[in-house]
């Protein structure tokens, strides 16, 4: 079994920052893109940022310039800075990733973590 597990959420003030963790637990063979995506309410779920175990990133133009993302491939984790935060940043942001997971011969499996709330106000 698969498990993600988020935090670093939180209530923030505009042009304030927050550090978002996500660890990957579990039989894991291998994991490819590890990813941050994030749901508003009344809106559907959005891509914020992706990287590849190779460490190629990827970012929503909104996010451009103010949030990075990171890895390590040892540690199974992944980690989104987001800085210069905007009330429009406000959303539950949920951890995702490609795993294969139980035996190495097993393909690629989506999974996603439990989410964590972000609220950007003053």
């Known amino acids: 079994q698969v498990q993600l597990v988020e935090s670093g959420g939180g209530l923030v003030q505009p042009g304030g920052s927050l550090r978002l963790s996500c660890a990957a637990s579990?039989?894991?063979?291998?994991?490819?893109?590890m990813g941050w995506y994030r749901q508003a309410p009344g809106k559907e779920r959005e891509r914020v940022a992706t990287?590849?175990?190779?460490?190629?990133?990827n970012y929503a133009d909104s996010v451009k310039g103010r949030f990075t993302i990171s890895r390590d491939n040892a540690a199974n984790t992944v980690v989104l800075q987001m800085n210069s935060l905007k009330p429009e940043d406000t959303a539950v942001y949920y951890c995702?990733?490609?795993?294969?997971?139980?035996?190495?011969?097993?393909?690629?499996?989506?999974?996603w973590g439990q989410g964590t709330q972000v609220t950007v106000s003053s």
């Open positions: 579990g039989s894991i063979f291998r994991i490819g893109v």
């Open positions: 990287i590849t175990n190779g460490g190629n990133t």
């Open positions: 995702n990733a490609d795993i294969v997971s139980g035996a190495y011969y097993r393909p690629l499996f989506n999974y």
